[in-house]
């Protein structure tokens, strides 16, 4: 029997020390306590100014004990369910654990037949969400896109109706306000079985997005105080753009998004203890020379990186970004920049790791991007996996029974591992010259298309209950009047 024998499970990168991490939360306490935030929303002012934050009109300022507070509510591991019982479909956020899958509020999408770029419309959303259920390395569900063709007010509504019934898997929904966050929440509701039963097994996570710099909005606070009082799990998200609407340098965004993000955080505690909450952000810079928030950069990886440590850090679980590019079209620039920002979400760790299948800098979304990124996140996952130690793997023994100029083909020991320890590719090709071109030269591209093809001709998702059908035209009904209405 060992004794103090040391194990590293997994392949894991560190960039930053326990010390700059420490800087860093220190200097995103000094900011909510010293600078503060603009709350435009009464209530939450309200809540804050009860809980023990300084109000002075929509400028808040919470001092650094309130904000420790909250973070020991949140808590770091929590499980988000698959609508249908699959267990294998669950998501379990703590520490180790990267998820991924797509984003959405692309305006534009890559069509699934001609692979041309237009608007994205309703009818995109069943085939995005039968792919996301298709592919065996992408965990969760978004749309993708911006529905054009329903009304403007009503297309976050529509992306999760048209998703729930075409995916068993966990689903990232955002709203543009309180009016949709009911509808969806009253579709997952259904399906779940009652509002204590969706409190027990939550099946989708609610996503919304203060302002950068330092301001939250009334519609992303009514959005939060909604997910709070329903018990819904709560991503609270900037998007800074480095050297825009925050620093230039990697730290001072950290430090700036942080703050944004901590106070939807003090709020969501304060009125709902114990709330899991997903700190995030999409950090990047603004390329000085087109004026874009660039998908494609380095910088992306680097200061989602150093996020990603001090979120786990203070104990919160982040929202990770990857698999994205600026490309225009599915080209090389697509898979190099898509792959590199995979595998470091991988390695540092990204709790649920968005925005696969963003190109052109996040104005079009496509599902030919998310299902090579679902080929290169599987290729992480085995390296991020590592190398298991321990007597059977070392095969001591079994070399000793080959021994020199043998081979390992015909040994039980091969047999019993190849298919685990092996990384297969869905994608990828292996095979040699010859049959390459008996199979017609097919590149990555073709293959691709082949791929996104089968799936949409092939696989069937779980049904949705007869019941929750209901509800999804009852509720699209009633919004459909609400702004006809309005």
């Keep these: 029997m060992r004794g103090n024998y040391t194990v590293n499970s997994g392949v894991r990168f560190r960039m930053l020390t326990d010390d700059q991490l420490q800087e860093l939360y220190d200097g995103v306490l000094h900011v909510l306590e010293y600078t503060g935030l603009e709350v435009h929303h009464e209530e939450s002012l309200e809540i804050l100014k009860k809980a023990g934050a300084w109000v002075d009109g929509n400028r808040v300022r919470i001092p650094s004990y309130l904000v420790r507070k909250s973070l020991e509510l949140a808590p770091r591991s929590f499980t988000v369910f698959s609508r249908d019982g699959n267990p294998e479909n669950n998501i379990h956020i703590g520490p180790g654990r990267a998820h991924f899958g797509p984003g959405p509020t692309c305006p534009n999408f890559i069509d699934v037949e001609t692979m041309d770029r237009r608007p994205y419309i309703k009818s995109d959303v069943p085939n995005v969400a039968k792919v996301v259920d298709a592919l065996p390395n992408v965990d969760f569900c978004e749309s993708l896109g911006t529905v054009n063709d329903v009304h403007h007010d009503l297309g976050a509504l529509y992306e999760f109706a048209g998703m729930f019934p075409n995916t068993s898997k966990p689903i990232v929904a955002w709203s543009y306000d309180k009016y949709d966050s009911a509808g969806i929440h009253e579709i997952a509701v259904a399906e779940a079985g009652g509002q204590k039963a969706f409190e027990r097994r939550p099946n989708y996570i609610h996503y919304c997005e203060p302002l950068s710099p330092l301001v939250s909005t009334g519609e992303a606070l009514d959005k939060l105080i909604f997910a709070a009082k329903h018990r819904i799990p709560l991503i609270f998200t900037p998007c800074p753009i480095a050297g825009g609407t925050a620093p230039v340098t990697a730290a001072g965004i950290i430090i700036q998004g942080a703050a944004e993000s901590w106070m939807g955080l003090t709020i969501a505690q ?37 996020l990603t440590e001090l979120a786990h850090f203070a104990g919160l679980p982040l929202w990770q970004t990857g698999g994205c590019t600026d490309s225009k079209t599915f080209d090389e620039q697509a898979i190099i920049e898509g792959s590199l920002s995979v595998y470091f979400s991988a390695l540092t760790g ?32 085995r390296i991020t996996r590592g190398i298991e130690v321990n007597e059977d793997t070392m095969a001591v023994d079994v070399i000793n029974n080959v021994g020199p100029n043998g081979h390992y083909l015909r040994e039980e020991h091969t047999r019993r591992h190849y298919k685990t320890e092996f990384w297969y590719p869905n994608i990828c090709d292996r095979r040699n010259y010859e049959e390459w071109e008996e199979e017609g030269k097919k590149t990555m591209k073709d293959r691709t298309y082949a791929r996104v093809q089968d799936i949409l001709a092939t696989h069937k998702p779980s049904p949705i209950k007869p019941e929750t059908e209901k509800v999804i035209d009852k509720v699209l009904s009633e919004a459909e009047e609400r702004v006809k209405n309005s």
Aim: no cysteine; glycine share 14%; proline share 4%.
């Design 270 to 306: 304060a009125l709902q203890p114990g709330l899991p909450f997903i700190m995030g952000g999409v950090f990047s810079v603004m390329d000085m020379s087109s004026m874009i928030l660039s998908y494609g950069a380095p910088e992306l990886s680097l200061m989602m990186a150093g």
């Design 350 to 381: 990204g709790d649920l790791t968005h925005d696969v299948g963003y190109t052109e800098s996040a104005m079009t979304g496509s599902v030919f991007q998310l299902t090579a990124m679902d080929e290169a996140i599987g290729y992480a996952r």
